[in-house]
């Protein structure tokens, strides 16, 4: 299967440079039929019995800008995953002129590069000067907007989602973006559960596939945790013959990371290289919100496994309606394809 064939043509002017107000104000196209709606009106297309499932993992101040301490030129980190030890895989600047031993340094933290991976990605030892790592991103890091996003947001707090709690991550789930407490609420009153799952974002949610076919993709590995309480909520919901809504491609990964047999997914923590691709067979997710993503990167493979062809049509429909694309656009609602 070629990556050429999820590749479309999203025209810049299409890309959302600004964060709507307020957060449930978004477009909201239903895939199924392809009508428009607004966020807020989720709950009232969502059915009784139906369980959402979100993303709760705060997005961490992970972008360091700094300098190289033996040149002095200018040097960028983005923190992905801990692996151990304080150690962490990260995408960096300059990434072809970094070698092993080289060390950054960014405010009073520093970092020594272990080992440099190529595409701009390498391991890197960091020294927090004797700081909680917390502390000192919340001191010396940025929050990482994503590189397509040249507007600014006055408040770092609305690239979090609104029930935002726990491990951080690289990026924000964005589908989780247009709730409020509100939408929320609403969705309780008619009947919906929710529960949630955390899934830290890894390097292939920031570029677009690289190799000319999916089977040559190599798929990162992220680290994802199941509560038992989500895990007792997804086999209710089947029980009751409720959907299992996914708010986001993170939380499909997630659950189907973990999914022992149809609607049951193991409680705990684990990590996952799973790369959904068409013929995907889905075992726990039956409908999806989900924002526009970026042409031929990972997601879009991913929606097209979950709606079929239907995708290429919604997301021509969108484009010709100005529905606002990428992390701060607006979003859609499909049902799995059967």
Known sequence: MNTADFVYDLPEAAIAQSALEPRDAA???????????????LPGMLRPGDLLVVNRTRVRRARLRGHREATGGRAEALLLRPESDGRWEALVRPGRRLRAGERLR?????????????????????????????????????????PYF????????????VYAAGAGSAAAPTAG????PEVLAAAGERGIALAAVDLEIGVDTFRPIAAARLQDHRMHRESYAVP?????????????????????TTVVRALESAATGPGEVRPGADSTALF?????????????????????????????AFMGERWREAYRVALERGYRFLSFGDAMLASRVP
Do not use: C
Not at 27 to 41: G, I, N, P, V
Not at 113 to 127: K, N, P
């Open 27 to 41: 477009r909201l196209l239903a895939a199924d039929d392809l009508t428009d709606h607004r966020f807020r009106d």
């Open 106 to 146: 960014f405010g009073e933290m520093a970092a020594t590069v272990l080992e440099a991976r190529g595409e701009g990605e390498a391991l890197l030892a960091l020294d927090t000067g004797g700081l909680p790592l917390d502390e000192a991103l919340a001191r010396w890091g940025e929050v990482p907007l994503p």
């Open 150 to 161: 040249k507007g600014r947001l006055e408040d770092p707090e609305r690239y979090q989602t």
């Open 177 to 180: 973006l247009h709730f409020t």
């Open 228 to 248: 038992e309480e989500t895990a007792a909520a997804v086999a209710a919901a089947r029980a009751r013959r409720g959907r299992v809504v996914a708010v986001g």
């Open 276 to 304: 959904i691709t068409p013929g995907y067979p889905f075992r726990v997710v039956d409908a999806l919100v989900t924002n526009f993503h970026v042409p031929g990167s990972t997601l879009v493979v991913l929606i097209a």
